[in-house]
């Protein structure tokens, strides 16, 4: 039966501040160096031991963040702890190497500016959400630099962004007027220089500066100038503590040397310098807080040629971050939802069929891993514990999950049968809290699960010691490649009988909908 703590018009709603924020980590090989070199393992993938699993963690400290918001726990831009291990191009080199693209190697100016713009809006979307940051002006200059900064206006659009476009000095040619009709055909405004307001902070949340690029030279020009001094004047407004929109600049900072940067020390001070190619050797002066590379375009010949060293690109990302992220007030994340609302005559009178609905919700939303939950379980002394866990099966009769039943959870489960899981779908602020009790699935059920995994992850499961100590990985390898020698002839591997599933018989169902302002919504539900 149903129940809830708040009742909002026909929505169920209660004010609900103790959630948190950050996506709960889907990591399931948890492996850790004890500082007595010995090795603590826990495995509870299915995947079958991969050669980048084998391989050492380099020095360099790379995470990672993504440009899919349904997908934030897949790829996430690249993080690299030391910006002096990446190559900065001097100005020839830059000009080389898009001669270079756009002539032996095929690519057309139009190809190079649609990867670049991506890059761009890609990297904003990173930085600035546009729940906070919605309003965009893309301030775009007559060359190349401004067609990368109207393609990025385009693609923040689709992006959820409210751009506009102070475009001055627009160029004839057709691939420019294509990329002005595009930005029409979807109602983006046009302004410009005298409709734009004096005081830029007022309408903007965000600043394109897409007005020049690596191959100006000289002193700009009316009416860029002033529009870069409107820029520059934008850091006096953030002495005053006034909120001021952030500045982005495209591959270099408007006015700034190419090489040596803001050599008067009076040009604009980006707040985010997303280079594009390879970072120039201007961007060495960069001092904001966001640095981001984009172009995911160069071969391994220009690579080669020009003993570029570059970050890796993670996934389907188009983006990387250079440099350590800026430092974050932990009190100050928080996101104001936008969900639509659960309402009451939308639940399913069954709450295993509206757990069901939810979860297809989350797989047909291509979100990382639906099927992985929060397992809470605690022993005889009460400490409770948690871990990643992943859902095997879900009916009228309960949730079920398979693991290692010499582990910790599994010891607590002995002596406390009872316990709690916890999904967490980010992409579509929902989360779906269990509790109830649990007891081992059968022997057959658990046997006919064993043999459909892979034969790595069968493998995995003997091998596998789960919270115990080992000597070292090489011990672990070394036992999981003897049985692979054992078993390849394709026989039938047995199940280990410290293995094996469990089932959760739920008792009670809590249904979460994040909203605006904390007002989230809330259902619970008794299953007796």
């Known amino acids: 039966m149903w129940s809830s703590l708040a009742r909002k018009s026909r929505t169920m709603t209660c ?11 889907l990591i399931f090989n948890s492996n850790v160096l004890k500082p007595s070199r010995s090795f603590h393992h826990n495995t509870l993938s299915n995947n079958k031991l991969s050669p980048a699993f ?38 020839r080199e830059a000009a080389e190497i898009d001669e270079i693209l756009m002539g032996p190697l095929g690519f057309s100016v139009d190809q190079l500016m649609e990867l670049a713009g991506l ?19 893309a301030i775009c200059g007559p060359g190349n630099n401004g067609g990368d900064g109207l393609v990025a206006a385009r693609h923040l659009y689709h992006f959820g962004y409210k751009p506009s476009v102070c475009y001055p000095k627009r160029t004839p040619k057709p691939l420019y007027s294509g990329l002005v009709t595009q930005l029409e055909s979807l109602s983006v405004p046009f302004l410009s ?15 394109v ?10 002193t700009p020009r009316p009416p860029f100038d002033d529009l870069i001094q409107r820029l520059v004047s934008l850091r006096d407004h953030d002495q005053t503590h006034q909120k001021s929109p952030v500045i982005v600049s495209i591959d270099i900072p408007s006015g700034w040397h190419v090489e040596e940067g803001d050599i008067g020390g009076e040009g604009i001070k980006p707040d985010m310098l997303v280079s594009l190619t390879a970072p120039k050797l201007c961007a060495k002066k960069f001092c904001g807080p966001q640095h981001f590379l984009g172009g995911r375009f160069v071969p391994p010949s220009i690579a080669d040629k020009y003993k570029l060293r570059l970050p890796p690109y993670p996934g389907t990302s188009m983006c990387v971050r250079i440099g350590k992220p800026p ?36 797989v047909a939303a291509n979100l990382k891993e639906p099927n992985a939950m929060a397992l809470s379980t605690a022993g005889k002394d009460g400490k ?18 398979y693991t290692n039943y010499d582990s910790r959870k599994a010891h607590d489960l002995s002596d406390n049968p009872h316990a709690s899981l916890l999904f967490y779908w980010d992409g579509l602020n929902r989360q779906v809290r269990v509790e109830g009790s649990v007891q081992k699935v059968s022997d057959e059920e658990s046997e006919q699960y064993f043999h459909s995994r892979p034969r790595g992850s069968q493998i995995g499961a003997i091998v596998s010691k789960q919270s115990t100590v080992v000597p070292g990985r090489h011990v672990l390898h070394q036992q999981y ?19 094996g599933g469990y089932r959760l018989k739920p008792e009670l169902f809590e249904f979460w909908q994040g909203q605006k302002s904390r007002l989230h919504d809330r259902w619970f539900s008794s299953h007796l």
């Open 15 to 25: 004010l609900f501040l103790g959630t948190h924020q950050s996506s709960l980590p």
């Open 54 to 91: 084998l391989t050492p963690i380099p020095s360099l400290s790379i995470r990672a963040f993504c440009t899919n918001p349904s997908a934030k726990m897949a790829d996430r831009a690249v993080q690299i702890q030391n910006p002096d291990s990446i190559s900065y191009l001097t100005q």
């Open 119 to 137: 890059s761009v809006a890609a990297s904003i979307a990173e930085a600035y959400k546009p729940s906070e940051y919605k309003r965009v002006l």
């Open 193 to 207: 220089v005298e409709d734009l307001p004096l005081d830029l902070s007022k309408d903007f949340d965000i600043l």
């Open 209 to 218: 500066d897409a007005m020049f690029g690596f191959s100006f030279h000289g």
């Open 327 to 362: 430092k974050i007030d932990i009190s100050a994340l928080r996101e104001n939802y936008i969900s639509p609302e659960l309402l009451e005559e939308q639940v399913e009178a069954d709450p295993i069929d509206q757990f069901c609905k939810w979860f297809d919700d989350a």
């Open 384 to 401: 409770p514990s948690s871990r990643m866990v992943l859902l095997k099966g879900v009916d009228k009769d309960g949730f079920v999950w």
């Open 481 to 499: 490649k003897e049985l692979e020698e054992k078993f390849s002839d394709g026989s039938l591997i047995p199940k280990p009988k410290h293995w």
